[in-house]
């Protein structure tokens, strides 16, 4: 008898393969259809990591704690997705054969995906501080088309984007309860009592 547990997982692999291959071209692509997923692949990203630059650099933004706290979080979140691929190593679809690679790409773990992660995060961040929100969605809605891109490209599976999607939420989450934390300051406790 299978467990619930193993039947579900079964269940979400056999789902995440069908939408694979409803994005994933069996055959290759022409090479301006490839030209274009390889630039939405990296190139969101690029665009997110040139902005938080900006911030960093701009003093007169006055943002840079904002940007500062939404690297920090991306290299943090970063580091969790590694240990997940240490606990869970899933194949790439070209790896496990469900799919060619239409990019050279290296044949570590798939999940989650750290290019959606780090600009999920990042737009997660930037949610959090009123100045930077519309720029957060901006970035945010980048991220479809990076999702697409390397689904396409045959190097994740829709179930890694989900997995992005999960861990740029816990680091939101995880956020705002910083960002909300009241500053403490040290209470001065006089020594001289009265005579």
Same mark, same amino acid.
Request: hydrophobic share 55%.
């Given at each position: 008898?299978?467990?619930?547990?193993?039947?579900?997982?079964?269940l979400?692999?056999a789902?995440d393969?069908?939408?694979f291959?409803?994005?994933?071209p069996?055959?290759?692509?022409?090479?301006a259809m490839?030209?274009?997923?390889?630039g939405?692949?990296?190139?969101? $990203?690029?665009?997110?990591?040139?902005?938080? /630059?900006?911030? @960093?650099m701009?003093? *007169?933004?006055?943002?840079? =704690?904002? %940007?500062?706290?939404?690297?920090v979080?991306?290299?943090?979140?970063?580091?969790?997705?590694?240990?997940?691929?240490?606990?869970w190593?899933?194949?790439?679809?070209?790896?496990?054969?469900?799919?060619?690679?239409?990019?050279?790409?290296?044949?570590?773990?798939?999940f989650p995906?750290?290019? $959606?992660?780090?600009?999920?995060?990042?737009? /997660?961040?930037? @949610?959090?501080?009123? *100045?930077?929100?519309?720029? =957060?969605? %901006?970035?945010?809605?980048?991220?479809l088309?990076?999702?697409?891109?390397?689904?396409y490209?045959?190097?994740h599976y829709?179930?890694?984007?989900?997995g992005?999607?999960?861990?740029?939420?816990?680091?939101?989450?995880?956020?705002?309860?910083?960002?909300?934390?009241?500053?403490?300051t040290?209470?001065?406790?006089?020594?001289?009592s009265?005579?």
């Amino acid at each position: 008898m299978t467990s619930p547990i193993s039947g579900f997982g079964t269940l979400a692999y056999a789902v995440d393969l069908r939408l694979f291959h409803a994005i994933h071209p069996s055959t290759p692509p022409s090479s301006a259809m490839l030209q274009v997923a390889r630039g939405l692949a990296d190139g969101p $990203l690029i665009l997110t990591a040139a902005f938080l /630059g900006t911030m @960093l650099m701009v003093p *007169r933004w006055s943002m840079r =704690s904002t %940007a500062l706290k939404a690297s920090v979080a991306a290299a943090a979140t970063l580091l969790a997705n590694l240990i997940i691929g240490l606990i869970w190593d899933r194949a790439r679809p070209f790896v496990a054969g469900a799919g060619q690679a239409w990019v050279s790409h290296a044949a570590t773990g798939s999940f989650p995906s750290d290019h $959606l992660t780090a600009q999920w995060v990042i737009a /997660g961040m930037l @949610l959090l501080d009123r *100045r930077t929100r519309a720029w =957060s969605l %901006a970035i945010a809605l980048l991220g479809l088309p990076m999702a697409w891109a390397r689904i396409y490209l045959g190097v994740h599976y829709p179930g890694d984007m989900l997995g992005a999607l999960a861990m740029g939420a816990l680091a939101m989450w995880i956020g705002w309860g910083w960002l909300r934390r009241p500053a403490t300051t040290p209470a001065i406790v006089s020594s001289s009592s009265p005579t």
